[in-house]
């Protein structure tokens, strides 16, 4: 079956949940059982979907975790507009976490520092508390790792995979079927649900147009700073299109 991923249908699936009368909760319930779901959110490309998400779920009263990407050439946690829109993901009640791509560390040791710096530079940048970690696209190490990372909390514990519901929209589809016709939900049992903004947030229809309406959001975003920092190209520009008239 296709299932549609836009903003309308994200309000309906949060909606079934609501209406199946699921509690939201964070990885640090304390008592992970009955209806309850977390809702964790890798923003793996677009810091502007995220915010856009976060918006619609703090008018319906859900709250979810939201995991950065640090190191993502996409969006930086610097830029003022990027900062801004991830303290406002916290002021809507939202959390932070941190989304580590362990792949980038040659020993483990280095997966350990790299992750501790990640966190501390997260911290400082939003002034708030990082206590779990999501890995981006983790290898099976890190899926069947049941203890905690550098002492935090981590989205593939068997608490938060195996011992309850888990549905992701990885690649922009269902990879384990709709939501609430899991097993889990199906009796009344918690679920992590993972979904990325991207696939919600923007309009068109197919993954490959989302992505390339991303990438002419960044092309247009990095032409305009371009255009604002570098006079010759600003004056070569008016001049071109002084000729042409």
């Given amino acids: 079956m296709t299932y549609k991923f836009n903003i309308d249908s994200y309000k309906k699936l949060h909606e079934s949940f609501i209406d199946l009368e699921?509690?939201?909760?964070?990885?640090?319930?304390?008592?992970?059982?009955?209806?309850?779901?977390?809702?964790?959110?890798?923003?793996?490309?677009?810091?502007?979907?995220?915010?856009?998400?976060?918006?619609?779920?703090?008018?319906?009263?859900?709250?979810?975790?939201?995991?950065?990407?640090?190191?993502?050439?996409?969006y930086n946690i610097h830029d003022e507009s990027v900062k801004d829109s991830l303290m406002e993901i916290l002021e809507l009640g939202h959390s932070i976490g941190l989304h580590f791509d362990a792949s980038l560390s040659k020993t483990q040791d280095d997966e350990h520092n790299r992750c501790t710096y990640e966190c501390s530079l997260l911290e400082r940048a939003l002034n708030c508390s990082i206590s779990v970690i999501s890995f981006h696209r983790p290898s099976n190490f890190f899926i069947n790792m049941p203890e905690k990372f550098i002492g935090k909390l981590h989205t593939y514990q068997p608490e938060f995979t195996k011992n309850i519901g888990y549905c992701s929209d990885s690649r922009g589809e269902w990879r384990f079927g709709y939501p609430t016709s899991n097993s889990f939900v199906k009796k009344s049992m918690p679920i992590q649900l993972l979904t990325h903004p991207i696939w919600w947030a923007k309009s068109n229809d197919f993954v490959q147009e989302k992505i390339d309406s991303l990438i002419s959001d960044i092309v247009n975003r990095d032409r305009l700073y371009i255009d604002n920092n570098c006079i010759p190209y600003k004056h070569e520009k008016v001049f071109k299109y002084t000729l042409k008239k």
């Fill in 22 to 74: 699921y509690d939201y909760v964070g990885y640090d319930c304390k008592n992970l059982t009955g209806k309850k779901i977390i809702s964790r959110h890798d923003i793996d490309m677009c810091v502007s979907s995220a915010l856009k998400i976060a918006r619609v779920e703090a008018k319906m009263k859900v709250k979810s975790i939201f995991f950065v990407l640090i190191t993502t050439p996409l």
